[in-house]
């Protein structure tokens, strides 16, 4: 277990906060504060545990340079209104300057800033000594409660603890908690649900998950990579030509670990990748030469429903058809419901699946949804986040 912010000393102390306040932004606006509001409860913490806080993030990609339009300034203001007491920024193109350094030592109890985007510095992306080090000198303890970078190891997320004790945030510890609880002591039966696009993304999260799980459950697009090894004809479907090969190995690992691999047994197909193509629903072993398969069927959902409602643990990767377009959004829907209605412990990992479950709203019936796409798949990995292994332990 790692320690989180309720472990340590935070009275007085000057508290360095990683927090992802990468946010979608359209003509200087952000267009969804929920990576603002998340960060709320670490920081709320901290201000009314005394401490000073010093927030720092990234947005977008400056490459290195002090691009305005990747300035944190609207972060600020936003956080300002949200926490309803100002938060000083500066916005210093080197991020770390004397008149930063003089405001972070000059903070009260209680009080905020937040620097400028530490991508304008060209060393935080290949966690450079120095700037871990500026950073750092600014704070007496750093805190990451940023899960989206965590598979990073960049000077704010990593780096400055070689400087500082280092500990999580509240959303760090939760991911933790969900993501690694699920992966490393299920309760059983253990059900991981996988789709997507491609195979060729997923086959270290399968290949790990493999060896844990009871029950594997694949669909979307990755599917036909499935049937093509299986030798069935898939028309026009998406197909992962360089994956065949591991599909095939997959099936056998499957089998040699007893885990169950549920494939769909039916399929919606469309001429063309159009929501209004016009669309047929036929087994996988009649997709016509014509078509594509863009959704699994409902016998399909039925027999996902049927294996979901025995799961104690489920773990969820990957839309189970182009959910984007209405007509291809049954399966999705139907593996979301059940979930929904499931007592399983529930955790969405991957940022369309988590999307998905958000955009038919359910994402209230969830056990955890993981806010971090890549670093929840290389959680879902099994790989050491280099963010959350530089955190202290209990
Ligand atoms: P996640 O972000 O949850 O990890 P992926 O990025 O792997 O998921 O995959 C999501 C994409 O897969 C979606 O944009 C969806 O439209 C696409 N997809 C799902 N099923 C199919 C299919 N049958 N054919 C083509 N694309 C598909
Ligand atoms: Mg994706």
């Keep these: 277990m ?3 912010v309720r472990d ?3 009275k007085g102390k000057k508290a360095l906060v990683r927090c992802d306040f990468n946010v979608p932004m359209q003509d200087g606006k952000i267009t969804d504060d929920i990576r603002i509001t ?5 920081i709320k913490y901290l201000i009314e545990g005394g401490a000073k806080v010093i927030l720092m993030s990234h947005m977008g990609r400056p490459k290195g340079e002090a691009k305005m339009e990747f300035t944190l300034k609207p972060v600020a203001d936003r956080l300002s209104e949200l926490l309803g007491q100002d938060v000083t920024f500066i916005s210093a193109a080197e991020v770390v300057n004397q008149e ?3 405001a972070a030592a000059a903070l009260e109890e209680g009080q905020v800033m937040l620097l400028e985007n530490v991508r304008f510095r060209k060393e935080e992306t290949k966690n450079e000594e120095g700037f871990s080090k500026e950073l750092a000198q600014l704070g007496d303890i750093f805190v990451n409660d940023a899960f989206g970078t965590a598979h990073r190891a960049h000077c704010s997320t990593a780096g400055v603890a070689d400087y500082l004790p280092a500990v999580s945030g509240f959303l760090i510890e939760k991911e933790v908690q969900f993501l690694g609880g699920a992966v490393e002591n299920p309760e059983r039966p253990f059900v991981a649900i996988m789709g997507g696009a491609k195979v060729g993304d997923k086959i270290p999260v399968i ?5 844990k799980v009871d029950t594997l459950i694949i669909g979307g697009g990755m599917s036909y990579t499935f049937f093509k090894a299986m030798g069935l004809e898939i028309g ?3 197909l992962d030509e360089p994956s065949l090969e591991l599909a095939k190995e997959l099936m056998v690992k499957a089998k040699e670990a007893g885990v169950d691999m549920i494939l769909p047994v039916d399929v919606v197909c469309a001429k063309e990748f159009a929501n209004d193509s016009e669309t047929i629903t036929c087994d996988i072993d009649a997709i016509p030469a014509d078509m594509m ?7 399909s959902v039925a027999a996902v429903k049927k294996v979901l409602a025995e799961a104690k643990t489920v773990v969820w990767n990957g839309p189970m058809g182009v959910f984007e377009m209405s007509s291809f959004a049954g399966g999705t829907i139907g593996v979301a419901e059940a979930l929904a209605e499931s007592e399983a412990v529930t955790i969405i990992g991957g940022g369309d699946s988590a999307a998905a479950v958000e955009q038919f709203g359910f994402a209230d019936k969830m056990t ?3 806010t971090g796409g890549g670093a929840s798949l290389e959680f879902l990995e099994g790989k050491v986040l280099p963010g959350i292994a530089v955190l202290e332990d209990k």
């Design 2 to 4: 790692k320690k989180t």
């Design 8 to 10: 340590i000393e935070i």
């Design 38 to 42: 998340s960060a709320l409860p670490t």
């Design 100 to 102: 930063v350094a003089d």
């Design 207 to 211: 290949e790990n998950l493999i060896n």
């Design 236 to 238: 026009t479907s998406i």
């Design 293 to 299: 398969g863009l959704d699994m069927g409902p016998k």
């Design 368 to 370: 955890h949804i993981s």
